[in-house]
């Protein structure tokens, strides 16, 4: 199943980087681009891609690489999966599109799919977009349209796209938010719970999170019954892969339900198979009234979607929100497939191969000293680097070098936080993958380290 290279293509292990990088076909496309695209997409490595399948990609200069970028875990059923074009074409050939002030199956049946996966346990309703900054948008929207309240409290690290309202919750670096004040108004950040980089006295970050909420911020700055809703990252990406402490999610759910707040879950990267499990709350069990979902959703299709209770849903009247493309039926029938194949499949494999790849780069850590933690859930994985093991110095040159390094020897690899590489694969990958990656991986380290 992960042998989707087309003929000629190449093998599918080691390396095929047959010209320096970037070659001479990607630096007349870069040239080109500088000429006519906005700079300010955050573009790292020259990377000018020809095609892929699975978790292989090609350049346009015919080089092999490993894509353990998945563009930024979109790509979740790898690439071009062969029952996700077919049902893509399929729609293609009824109609491109329709909008939203119209009805089509494809979008009744996704709906109907996402409310029999029952991620908020209970009856849900849907609302389709393109991508998750939308859904953000979206979800604040119908939380103070049912609540009648104004306020919001999002977490530092957090990040939940660049539109306005969103970019008002985004703090994963200030890069987002600098040139844009003011935006949205009304939200207050609290620390997400990191036991790597703890912030608060105590050994459980998690519980010192919740008091600092209940009887600091709600009794000195922000009125509860005012709070509208909490936005969080079951498990936050952006921010550095960091996952909460256990009980913190349940915590944030009996602050809500005290107050008559809305939980509002962000699993635009986190869910749809990533963590292991199709939503990333469920590993803790624990429900919102409103989710988000986006990016693997529609294994590449733009598509993203704002996932509610139908008690909560349906109290918004005609009128009070749409989207033009909302429901496209190309992006509709990736989205079924994709779910069908999570479902099925891929998010078993994500827990397995996941397990895998976390006891190799446990293995890596031992290593080297430079590697101050392994975490992560599925094939959400961070390998966070350090300059002193004991201080826990964030080492952001070697992880931006070794990002650079990787992409030389055929690893496609982003990072995120303060110096967390991210690992975040199509959920098809095999471990026999993830040990070339591991090599792929240790010997950038090496060359980083001396750089």
């Not at 290279?5 to 990607?26: D, V």
């Not at 020259?46 to 346009?60: A, I, L, N, T």
């Not at 499990?277 to 009234?289: C, I, L, R, S, Y």
């Not at 209770?309 to 918004?316: E, L, N, T």
Request: charged share 20%; with cysteine.
């Amino acid at each position: 199943m992960n042998n989707l290279a087309p003929k000629g293509a190449g093998s599918a292990t080691g390396t095929h980087i047959r010209t320096e990088l970037p070659g001479p076909k990607a630096r007349a496309m870069l040239a080109r681009d500088a000429e006519v695209v906005s700079p300010s997409y955050p573009r790292d490595y020259p990377f000018v891609m020809s095609h892929g399948r699975g978790v292989e990609v090609w350049d346009v200069d015919g080089n092999r690489f490993l894509d353990f970028a998945a563009g930024i875990a979109v790509c979740s059923t790898g690439h071009c999966h062969p029952q996700v074009v077919a049902a893509i074409k399929d729609a293609a050939d009824e109609f491109l599109h329709i909008s939203s002030d119209y009805w089509h199956e494809r979008q009744i049946a996704l709906a109907e799919k996402l409310n029999a996966l029952a991620p908020l346990g209970e009856a849900a309703m849907s609302f389709f977009c393109q991508s998750g900054t939308e859904a953000v948008e979206g979800a604040l929207k119908l939380a103070r349209y049912v609540t009648g309240r104004s306020r919001f409290i999002g977490f530092l690290g957090g990040f939940h796209g660049r539109t306005m309202g969103s970019l008002a919750f985004t703090s994963s670096k200030y890069t987002q938010q600098q040139g844009f004040f003011p935006t949205m108004p009304g939200v207050t950040h609290v620390p997400y719970p990191n036991s790597y980089r703890p912030l608060f006295a105590g050994a459980d970050q998690g519980k010192a999170v919740l008091d600092y909420i209940e009887n600091i911020l709600f009794s000195a700055n922000v009125p509860a019954a005012e709070v509208a809703g909490i936005l969080v990252e079951p498990i936050q990406g952006e921010g550095g892969y960091i996952v909460p402490p256990d009980g913190f999610l349940a915590g944030l759910r009996r602050i809500c339900d005290r107050h008559g707040i809305l939980l509002i879950f962000d699993e635009v990267q986190c869910g749809v198979g990533r963590s292991g499990k199709m939503f990333a709350a469920q590993h803790w069990g624990v429900t919102p009234d409103i989710m988000t979902l986006a990016k693997g959703l529609g294994s590449g299709m733009p598509i993203g979607a704002i996932v509610a209770r139908k008690s909560i849903m349906r109290q918004w009247k005609r009128g009070a929100h749409g989207n033009t493309y909302g429901g496209n039926p190309l992006c509709c029938a990736a989205a079924l497939t994709t779910l069908e194949l999570v479902e099925k499949e891929y998010a078993a494999n994500a827990a397995k191969v996941g397990e895998h790849f976390m006891a190799r780069l446990g293995e890596l850590k031992q290593r080297h000293a430079v590697i101050g933690e392994v975490r992560g859930k599925g094939l959400m994985i961070g390998m966070e680097l350090v300059k002193d093991q004991a201080a826990r110095t964030p080492a952001k040159d070697l992880c931006d070098t070794l990002i650079t390094r990787a992409f030389h020897h055929g690893l496609l690899l982003l990072s995120c936080g303060a110096s967390t590489v991210r690992f975040m694969p199509p959920l098809l990958v095999s471990e026999a993958q993830v040990d070339e990656a591991v090599a792929l991986l240790e010997a950038a380290l090496l060359e980083a380290q001396v750089a």
